[in-house]
Nanobody
Framework: QVQLVESGGGLVQPGGSLNLSCAAS????????MSWFRQAPEKKREFVAS????????PYATSVLDRFTISRDNARNTLYLQMNNLAPEDTAVYYC?????????WGKGTLVTVSS
């Protein structure tokens, strides 16, 4: 079955960096657009970034533009999110997502906490 497993979250100081990963299985990863979303405490889940199957198209939310970089390794079936210059407002659970013919799939998320 389709599985998305995020990792790489943790506690980081403001200005720091983290690199999130999302290991995908159960579908043809290289053919599918992938996305990162996040949900801060008491807020709605919001779009962060997405990436086309080839990696050539990568739209970002305005709030993370020039700080976050989405990428993928189709040989390893893995999605990444490099996050630099993190700020307290980036604190959230980060989820990867894909939409297939069979439905919409989310991972369980990884918590990122930005605090001094």
């Amino acid at each position: 079955q389709v599985q998305l497993v995020e990792s790489g979250g943790g506690l980081v100081q403001p200005g720091g960096s983290l690199n999130l990963s999302c290991a995908a299985s159960g579908f043809n990863f290289r053919n599918e657009q992938m996305s990162w979303f996040r949900q801060a405490p008491e807020k709605k889940r919001e779009f962060v970034a997405s990436i086309s199957p080839s990696g050539t198209n990568t739209p970002y939310a305005t709030s993370v533009l020039d700080r976050f970089t989405i990428s993928r390794d189709n040989a390893r079936n893995t999605l990444y999110l490099q996050m630099n210059n993190l700020a307290p407002e980036d604190t959230a659970v980060y989820y990867c997502k894909t939409i297939l013919d069979s439905g919409t799939y989310w991972g369980k998320g990884t918590l990122v906490t930005v605090s001094s």
